[in-house]
């Protein structure tokens, strides 16, 4: 343990920065995975649909309603919101912007998405403007409320 924080205390605050950032991300996209995994026990999906087969959620979005969406947004929110605490609680410095590199990348994953699945354009605007900078931003408050 102590060659570990030997060999920590010798990195570069620049280097410090990129592991807890990336450790951040990796941390959230699991909190992201995990609640999309729980969604259909939480809140029971249409006939047919399994959102672990991409192309069953794809055929059968139409089916999804309003509330079928609160999980997804949740996960994408919390995903985020968790990557940028982590990363800006262990950063050495930077900390809002390594909160907005989270809250980017997560954004970029959002982007994707949004490419991808034909969700409502409601869901799509809701989800873009909301659950990734915001929450970025929030988790940089969180984490530096002093």
């Known amino acids: 343990m102590d060659k570990l924080i030997q060999f920590w205390d010798g990195l570069s605050p620049r280097i410090k920065n990129i592991i807890v950032t990336i450790l951040g991300i990796l941390i959230g996209g699991q909190v992201n995975s995990f609640l999309v995994k729980i969604s259909p026990y939480v809140i029971g999906l249409p006939n047919g649909v399994d ?19 609160i999980m997804p947004f949740l996960a994408h929110a919390l995903g985020t919101l968790v990557a940028a605490f982590i990363a800006c609680k262990l950063a050495v410095s930077h900390h809002f912007r390594i909160a907005m590199v989270c809250g980017g990348l997560f954004f970029i994953g959002g982007a ?35």
């Not at 959102?51 to 969406?69: D, G, M, Q, R, S």
């Not at 659950?131 to 931003?137: D, H, Q, S, T, V």
């Open 112 to 146: 994707m998405a949004v490419w991808m699945i034909p969700a409502p354009m409601w869901f799509n605007i809701l989800d873009l403007t909301m659950a990734y900078i915001p929450m970025g931003w929030l988790g940089y408050k969180l984490a530096n409320n002093k």
């Open 51 to 69: 959102v672990n087969k991409f192309e069953t959620l794809v055929a059968n979005i139409h089916l999804f309603e309003p509330k079928h969406f």
